[in-house]
């Protein structure tokens, strides 16, 4: 069968009787939508919201950001070199070209990690919900994570830890707590010291550690044999009794 060139496209789409024409470029008006048969390489026709063009498939970019003349490149993953600043155009879904130290990187967004980890090649997506366990009760499974004692998947002030039986979870660091207890969704934020306000009665979670939330006022209180460091007075911590 006669088949058009490298190049250009049957006019009449694969019904006998067309011509070769030139494949339309980026931009340029173009007659069957969703059709990649007209248009360059890695483009397919598309609405603009008012008429048809060849726009870069998913996955791809314009390598002449818009202006006449480019081409559908593949986009760049996060840790490749690229090169218009704080512009998405050209990197992965959810990340921007950003100043890495060592020139412009493909940089994930806030709320997103490199799933590779920081080496080249890798996708953004988007950070997981942390859940903690704690030596009082016991809570529902965390979020499952896969890098142990790697902070870059899980919510800030958490790490990747191993909890047992139920595998590696995102783990609130030591000094902070869940704040949303044993339900998903929560983040990781400061313990409350001695002395100040908190909101789960006989819940230690949220205070310092030999420390629990009381009903006197809801503050934090120490255990017995130990001591407020700061006389009850907000902002303290609970040392053993030296008695």
């Known amino acids: 069968m006669c088949t058009c060139n490298t190049g250009y496209y049957d006019d009449n789409f694969s019904a006998t009787g067309g011509q070769c024409a030139a494949e339309i470029a980026l931009s340029e008006k173009c007659t069957q939508e969703n059709d990649q048969a007209e248009c360059m390489p890695n483009a397919v026709c598309q609405s603009d919201g008012s008429e048809l063009q060849c726009t870069c498939s998913s996955g791809y970019y314009d390598s002449n950001f818009a202006d006449s003349g480019g081409t559908c490149t593949l986009e760049l993953e996060s840790g490749v070199t690229c090169t218009r600043y704080n512009d998405a155009t050209e990197c992965v879904p959810n990340a921007e070209c950003k100043s890495g130290g060592s020139g412009l990187k493909c940089t994930c967004n806030t709320g997103y990690y490199d799933d590779n980890f920081s080496n080249t090649g890798g996708k953004c997506v988007s950070g997981e919900r942390v859940q903690i366990f704690s030596d009082f009760q016991e809570l529902q499974p965390g979020v499952t994570c896969t890098q142990s004692n790697q902070p870059t998947e899980c919510i800030p002030n958490a790490v990747c830890k ?82």
Request: hydrophobic share 15%; net charge negative.
């Open 162 to 243: 191993s909890s047992g039986d139920t595998g590696l979870q995102c783990t609130c660091n030591s000094g902070y707590y869940d704040s949303n207890f044993p339900n998903t969704g929560g983040s990781c934020i400061l313990e409350l010291q001695s002395g100040e306000t908190c909101t789960q009665i006989n819940q230690p979670t949220e205070c310092v550690p030999n420390a629990v939330c009381e009903n006197k006022g809801l503050n934090c209180y120490c255990y017995s044999d130990y001591y407020d460091s700061n006389g009850n007075s907000p902002s303290g911590t609970c040392s053993a009794s030296k008695w």
